[in-house]
């Protein structure tokens, strides 16, 4: 049996030989009973990512391949890419800056191997190591998209897993370029154990994670996997439209019954901008699917590779070598 270790990389120039040192030590042929191999995606690295890489499979006789990406495409397309060249039995989705121990893959591992009625093991934290107003950020997006969305989203649980061979082949038939893997992975089914983890210090470098770019992450996640926003866009039209009717009565009523003079320009004015803000959200949220729907059209690749480095020659599923 063959576990393929699948790594996006973004600047983790100061991080990737200590992960190498970290699989071999802790996932030895002669201790686990089976080989593994680990890809490195470089997605589009402005350090010396690549360098440090190349010289890694300069070092490693055969257990080490790595793609180059034109430029950064994203950590979604570094993890598709890196599952096409995969060959293991076993798929394994890890960081590179050892946040995720190899000793928890290693267990995952052992435990599909002990378990053939799971399909699937993912990691999530149980007790999450950032601030509070992160945390409350977090957690209000799972409650939200579980309430919107028809495929279900465990908490905390990231891509920080292992899967078996027909669950890497179900993924890879889903090809859209918008990628959201937790979505993904809970879209294409199979038997999954949910397993806790502790995080670990970061080996070196600094997280490229920003709150902006976590916030645009989760916005991909729920336009991906739910329709709701736009069927509450709909409810909010019908709802202005009847508090408009029943404004429009009361103002009457008390013109005809108690004379009093219609509401002026302060009314006025806050309802064109009330109605107007409410009218521009509507049109960002049509206009977010739109630019999908755009996108998924011209049918895009979606990574676009400058080479790949490996001792050892890959055959890809289509039949073709690299």
Same mark, same amino acid.
């Given at each position: 049996?063959?576990?393929?270790?699948?790594?996006?990389?973004?600047?983790?120039?100061?991080?990737?030989?200590?992960?190498?040192?970290?699989?071999?030590?802790?996932?030895?042929?002669?201790?686990?009973?089976?080989?593994?191999?680990?890809?490195?995606?470089?997605?589009?690295?402005? =350090?010396?990512?690549?360098?440090?890489?190349?010289?890694?499979? =300069?070092?490693?006789?055969?257990?080490?391949?790595?793609?180059?990406?034109?430029?950064?495409?994203?950590?979604?397309?570094?993890?598709?890419?890196?599952?096409?060249?995969?060959?293991?039995?076993?798929?394994?989705?890890?960081?590179?800056?050892?946040?995720?121990?190899?000793?928890?893959?290693?267990?995952?591992?052992?435990?599909?191997?002990?378990?053939?009625?799971?399909?699937?093991?993912?990691?999530?934290?149980?007790?999450?190591?950032?601030?509070?107003?992160?945390?409350?950020?977090?957690?209000?997006?799972?409650?939200?998209?579980?309430?919107?969305?028809?495929?279900?989203?465990?908490?905390?649980?990231? =891509?920080?897993?292992?899967?078996?061979?027909?669950?890497?082949?179900?993924?890879?038939?889903?090809?859209?370029?918008?990628?959201?893997?937790?979505?993904?992975?809970?879209?294409?089914?199979?038997?999954?154990?949910?397993?806790?983890?502790?995080?670990?210090?970061?080996?070196?470098?600094?997280?490229?994670?920003?709150?902006?770019?976590?916030?645009?992450?989760?916005?991909?996640?729920?336009?991906?996997?739910?329709?709701?926003?736009?069927?509450?866009?709909?409810?909010?039209?019908?709802?202005?439209?009847?508090?408009?009717?029943?404004?429009?009565?009361?103002?009457?009523?008390?013109?005809?019954?108690?004379?009093?003079?219609?509401?002026?320009?302060?009314?006025?004015?806050?309802?064109?901008?009330?109605?107007?803000?409410?009218?521009?959200?509507?049109?960002?949220?049509?206009?977010?699917?739109?630019?999908?729907?755009?996108?998924?059209?011209?049918?895009?690749?979606?990574?676009?590779?400058?080479?790949?480095?490996?001792?050892?020659?890959?055959?890809?599923?289509?039949?073709?070598?690299?």
């Amino acid at each position: 049996m063959k576990l393929s270790m699948v790594v996006p990389c973004y600047n983790e120039a100061g991080n990737v030989r200590a992960f190498v040192q970290a699989v071999g030590g802790e996932l030895s042929p002669a201790a686990v009973g089976y080989t593994h191999e680990i890809i490195f995606i470089n997605d589009g690295s402005k =350090d010396d990512t690549l360098s440090e890489l190349r010289r890694l499979v =300069d070092e490693q006789a055969d257990n080490i391949t790595v793609i180059d990406f034109t430029r950064n495409f994203g950590k979604e397309a570094a993890l598709y890419a890196g599952l096409q060249k995969a060959e293991g039995d076993l798929v394994a989705f890890v960081d590179a800056d050892l946040q995720q121990p190899i000793s928890v893959v290693r267990e995952m591992a052992d435990f599909l191997v002990e378990n053939e009625d799971y399909d699937a093991v993912a990691a999530y934290q149980d007790q999450r190591q950032e601030g509070k107003f992160l945390s409350l950020l977090k957690k209000t997006f799972y409650q939200f998209i579980n309430a919107a969305s028809d495929v279900p989203f465990h908490a905390n649980a990231s =891509d920080f897993r292992v899967i078996r061979r027909p669950v890497a082949q179900a993924i890879l038939s889903v090809p859209e370029y918008h990628r959201f893997s937790k979505g993904i992975f809970s879209w294409v089914g199979f038997r999954t154990y949910y397993r806790p983890y502790k995080v670990a210090q970061r080996n070196a470098g600094t997280t490229s994670w920003s709150t902006t770019k976590l916030f645009r992450y989760a916005l991909d996640g729920i336009i991906s996997f739910s329709t709701k926003p736009l069927k509450l866009a709909t409810g909010c039209g019908f709802v202005l439209s009847a508090a408009a009717i029943l404004y429009m009565i009361v103002v009457i009523i008390q013109k005809l019954v108690c004379g009093n003079e219609v509401p002026g320009y302060p009314t006025l004015v806050v309802l064109i901008l009330l109605i107007g803000g409410i009218q521009l959200i509507v049109l960002g949220i049509i206009g977010e699917y739109l630019a999908r729907i755009h996108i998924e059209a011209k049918h895009r690749p979606i990574y676009l590779a400058r080479a790949y480095y490996s001792n050892i020659e890959h055959e890809n599923y289509d039949g073709k070598k690299s």
